[in-house]
């Protein structure tokens, strides 16, 4: 027991503890330090509004910002110009840390384009409006032909024959080619 004791006093004993106590407190310390440093914590920089401003202009604001631009999607607006900002994120006003990612959404200079699906000569008028009416295309009323009633045999787009697999714009209004009930035997 007196051994132990003798042990417990000895000077050694306690400059290793002491060393052991504050290594760890260094390196605590250290770590805050660096995570501060390396997370660049408490240097946030506000996210602009750039919503309706040209692309170009747009990626210059955020690169100053320290911040860098994403094009994320397209859209198409027709009342807004070409290559302007639709939707940004995150928001405007938001506040992140430099280096941070903004996904923007830019205004397409046309109006997307449709494939035509395979409704020639395989629909009835009700079902191919139905189809291309969720396609995004505007109606024009039909054209009627001889042939089986409200049967589709063609379409017209801007007095123009089209067909399965053509891109067309959706701003383009289509006029069926439909049966009248009027059938040559």
Not at 158 to 164: A, E, H, L, P, Y
């Amino acid at each position: 027991m007196k051994q132990q004791i003798k042990k417990a006093a000895d000077w050694r004993l306690w400059a290793h503890l002491l060393a052991m106590f504050v290594v760890i407190i260094l390196l605590c310390f250290g770590v805050k330090v660096g995570l501060d440093f390396y997370t660049h914590h408490g240097r946030e920089v506000e996210v602009p509004n750039v919503q309706e401003m040209n692309f170009d202009k747009a990626k210059i604001l955020l690169e100053e910002r320290g911040l860098r631009v994403v094009v994320s999607d397209s859209g198409y607006n027709k009342r807004k110009p070409a290559d302007c900002i639709l939707a940004q994120t995150p928001d405007a006003g938001v506040r992140v840390k430099q280096g941070r990612v903004i996904y923007v959404t830019v205004n397409s200079s046309s109006s997307p384009t449709v494939v035509i699906p395979d409704i020639i000569d395989n629909c009835s008028l009700r079902e191919a409006e139905a189809k291309l009416i969720g396609l995004g295309f505007k109606m024009l009323p039909p054209k009627r032909i001889d042939g089986e009633k409200d049967w589709v045999y063609g379409i017209i787009s801007r007095g123009r024959r089209v067909g399965t697999g053509d891109r067309i714009s959706t701003e383009s209004p289509l006029t069926l080619m439909v049966g009248s009930g009027n059938v040559d035997s």
